[in-house]
């Protein structure tokens, strides 16, 4: 079993959209962050959380330390934001969820 | 400020072959951390160098090895290249190596292909 769990593992979405991607993990954790990679290769990181919400232009990102529990919030979206999402946690080494692969239709 | 660069960005070898990859952090940062990424695997941790000692490692076979300088440039290496190491080969940089406690910095990676 995969110490972190992301859903969905696709997700289409019109433009405009509101996006939510989930992330779960089962291990005790000191941050949580949120990957984003785009066809290529290229990872660029988006977020670090060890509590509570942050948000950066249409992206917002929060998490729930008591329940092992982080979502990323994508508020008006565009089809630029299509990419690969990865949630990764900071335990011992870190470990990464699977990813949810986004596409936003124009 | 010039950004993480890895070279090669690609490389074709055969089964049993040895290869060296490189990565060059950002100026100033200390910490640079090796991933592999697969379809079938995904991301997977490989090891984390700081001020050239390494600090972490996951689990990955001993054919897997790795090594900083002064400069803190990485390098890692992989003997005895079996089918399975075809990935692409990420590294990332940080500025005072507190683990993941701060914000990554990605290279574009090196896409080995095993032959």
């Known amino acids: 079993k995969n110490e972190v769990e992301q859903s969905p593992q696709n997700l289409t979405a019109q433009e405009g959209e509101f996006i939510t991607i989930n992330c779960s993990y089962s291990?005790?954790?000191?941050?949580l962050h949120w990957l984003q990679q785009h066809p290529g290769g290229g990872i660029v990181s988006l977020f670090m959380?060890?509590?509570g919400k942050k948000k950066h232009g249409r992206l917002i990102a929060t998490i729930n330390i008591q329940e092992k529990h982080s979502s990323l919030h994508i508020t008006a979206s565009h089809p630029r934001d299509s990419a690969v999402y990865i949630c990764?946690?900071?335990?011992?080494?870190?470990?990464f969820g699977a990813g949810t692969r986004l596409t936003v239709k124009p | 400020k010039a950004g993480v660069t890895q070279t090669p960005r690609y490389l074709i070898k055969t089964r049993g072959q040895q290869v060296t990859l490189s990565c060059s952090p950002i100026?100033?940062?200390?910490?640079v951390s090796w991933y592999q990424q697969t379809p079938g695997q995904g991301l997977q941790f490989l090891f984390e160098?700081?001020?050239?000692?390494?600090?972490n490692k996951g689990n990955f076979p001993g054919r897997f090895s790795g090594r900083q300088f002064s400069n803190s440039r990485s390098e890692m290496n992989v003997s005895t290249l079996e089918l399975g190491d075809s990935a692409l080969y990420l590294c990332?940089?940080?500025?005072?190596?507190?683990?993941?406690?701060?914000?990554?910095?990605f290279g574009p990676g090196t896409r080995l292909l095993v032959l």
């Open positions: 291990v005790g954790i000191s941050a």
């Open positions: 959380l060890s509590s």
């Open positions: 990332a940089s940080s500025f005072s190596g507190v683990g993941w406690q701060e914000t990554q910095y």
């Open positions: 160098y700081f001020s050239e000692t390494q600090r």
């Open positions: 990764a946690v900071e335990y011992n080494d870190m470990r």
């Open positions: 100026s100033g940062h200390r910490s």
